[in-house]
């Protein structure tokens, strides 16, 4: 039987914990608000803009040119900052892997630590790592635009594949890949949009800004993702300690008043005599 003192370590080793999760379960209740104000605002701008590029995909696309047919596909895999969001980071690690090694000498892009650290542990090569903010900002998604761009520019690539937790709700987020250029397989017509000056000019004058936000979504929801998985993960565990708290005080108390009782009865045996 357990003794009072080690029920007593216990529950401050159980408290800590309780403490522990409770700071980050906060934390990410607040990170998701942000996150989730952000991506519901930035939506309706990125449905706008993937109008645009839908109505004229294949002008679009012909900015970046012809690669040269032997050139490799690049895959963007994005992941979360930090490990404690359960089964989030591994599921959607896993399914990159799949899809990865089944493509000829691709260039894969890490964005997060845990992608990196991914790669790097099973000691895969990739390209470049990016580590965006846990709650990201559409710089930060320019920059890998630009990254993009110079190598489709130089025919290093042939297409722009992402890898990413498309996000349902808080207790679904599902791994996904999306292409990032040529995203339908028939091209819708532009005549109904008037351009001016003409057409050509807003093509080259909105092609960075389409694409940027068609990526930085995808950014938003893998960031919403990870903190919706990282609040679940947290709650569960609160819960749990919580539980257990209760459980050992009352084990405590137990143990406790059987004490006190045992003391009164060999006090009242010993008066007696």
Do not use: W
Request: glycine fraction near 6%; charged fraction near 25%; proline fraction near 3%.
């Amino acid at each position: 039987m357990p003794t009072v003192q080690y029920l007593k370590k216990k529950l401050r080793s159980i408290r800590s914990t309780q403490k522990i999760s409770k700071a980050m379960k906060t934390a990410s209740t607040v990170k998701y608000s942000r996150i989730n104000a952000l991506y519901a605002e930035f939506s309706r701008y990125e449905q706008s803009c993937n109008h645009i590029y839908e109505r004229c995909r294949a002008d679009y696309d012909a900015l970046f040119g012809s690669a040269p047919c032997n050139a490799p596909e690049a895959f963007i895999v994005m992941a979360g900052n930090k490990g404690m969001c359960g089964s989030f980071n591994s599921e959607l690690l896993s399914f990159a892997e799949d899809i990865i090694k089944n493509s000829e000498s691709p260039l894969v892009f890490t964005c997060g630590k845990q992608a990196k650290a991914f790669f790097e542990g099973r000691k895969l090569p990739y390209e470049k790592s990016y580590v965006f903010s846990d709650v990201p900002s559409y710089s930060e998604a320019h920059a890998l635009m630009g990254d993009i761009e110079k190598y489709i520019a130089d025919g290093k690539i042939s297409a722009v594949k992402i890898i990413y937790p498309k996000y349902s709700n808080m207790m679904k987020q599902t791994p996904s890949l999306c292409n990032l250029l040529g995203s339908s397989d028939e091209e819708k017509s532009g005549e109904d949009l008037l351009f001016l000056p003409d057409k050509e000019s807003v093509i080259k004058g909105t092609e960075d800004k389409i694409l940027s936000a068609r990526l930085y979504k995808m950014v938003l929801e893998t960031a919403l993702g990870a903190q919706a998985a990282t609040l679940m993960t947290m709650r569960s565990a609160y819960d749990t300690a919580t539980e257990l708290v209760g459980e050992l005080e009352g084990q405590i108390n137990r143990k406790r008043q059987s004490q006190v009782t045992a003391d009164v009865i060999e006090t009242a045996a010993e008066f007696s005599q």
